[in-house]
C-alpha cells in the first residue's frame, strides 16, 4: 500500500548544506504518483469524498467515468483545485508504468482495487 498526504514545510538545502525552510505548495496527489512509481507499485488509488471522476460535474448533466485511458481522460478539463492534479497524477502513473490508476471514494477502496467502482485509470483500454 502506498500512501500519501498534503501537510508540512517544504524544504530545500541552503548553501551551507542545512535544511531551509521554502515557500512552496507540494501537491498530494502528484507526490503519491511519484512516491508509488519509486517503489514499483502496479496499482495507484487515489481516494477521496466522491465516488468517481465525473464528466460535466456540478451540473444536471454530470456523469461518472468509468473506465478510461490516460489520453482520453486528458482531453477533458477538470479543476485545477480539485480533481484536475488527482486526474493529472493518475494519468502519469498508467503512463509510466502501463498500471492501472484509480480515483474514487475512500470508503470503496476495496472495490476500487478491484475495478469494481471509482474511475479506473489505463494507458491502453481494458
Known amino acids: 500500500m502506498v500512501c500519501s498526504g498534503g501537510g508540512g514545510i517544504p524544504v530545500v538545502r541552503d548553501d551551507a548544506g542545512g535544511p531551509r525552510g ?3 505548495v507540494i501537491d498530494k496527489d502528484l507526490s503519491a504518483d511519484l512516491l508509488a ?3 514499483g507499485a502496479d496499482t495507484l488509488l487515489i481516494l477521496t469524498d466522491v465516488p468517481a471522476v465525473e464528466d460535466d460535474y ?3 448533466d454530470n456523469r461518472p467515468i468509468r473506465c478510461v485511458t ?3 481522460l486528458r482531453a477533458r478539463t477538470f479543476p485545477a483545485g480539485s480533481m484536475g492534479p ?10 509510466a508504468t502501463g498500471g492501472m490508476a484509480a ?8 472495490a476500487l482495487l478491484a475495478g469494481q467502482t471509482g474511475t479506473i485509470i489505463t494507458r491502453k483500454p481494458r
Not at 488527482?86 to 503512463?95: L, P, S
Open 22 to 24: 521554502v515557500e512552496a
Open 37 to 39: 512509481r519509486e517503489l
Open 58 to 60: 456540478g451540473t444536471p
Open 70 to 72: 490516460t489520453s482520453e
Open 86 to 95: 488527482k486526474v493529472e497524477a493518475a494519468c502519469r502513473f498508467a503512463d
Open 103 to 110: 480515483i474514487g471514494r475512500l470508503d470503496d477502496a476495496q
